[in-house]
């Protein structure tokens, strides 16, 4: 279960972070505070996963750069 989202350096969203303990069923900002870019790394996350597209590698560094300490990953 995804209990947390943070992006940073994607588009207009720096340090962002979200948490998610109970269920969500509404996502409110103006515009251009991020809402459908919040949605865009999650529906690449999930094509990623279940293997139905690349994605490019700005958007790995993305997805894998909280990942690094744990992955031993490096640049």
Same mark, same amino acid.
């Given at each position: ?13 720096? /340090?962002?972070?979200? @948490? +998610?303990?109970?269920? $969500? ?7 251009? &505070? ?5 949605? /865009?790394?999650?529906? @690449? +996350?999930?094509?990623? $996963? ?7 590698? &700005? ?17």
């Amino acid at each position: 279960m995804l209990t947390r989202i943070y992006i940073d350096d994607f588009r207009c969203l720096v /340090n962002f972070e979200v @948490k +998610l303990e109970n269920n $969500i069923s509404l996502f409110l900002g103006g515009n251009g &505070s991020g809402k459908t870019t919040v949605f /865009n790394v999650l529906e @690449k +996350l999930q094509k990623f $996963i279940i293997g139905n597209t690349k994605i490019s590698e &700005s958007m790995f560094q993305l997805l894998v750069a909280p990942f690094r300490t744990y992955l031993d990953i490096t640049p």
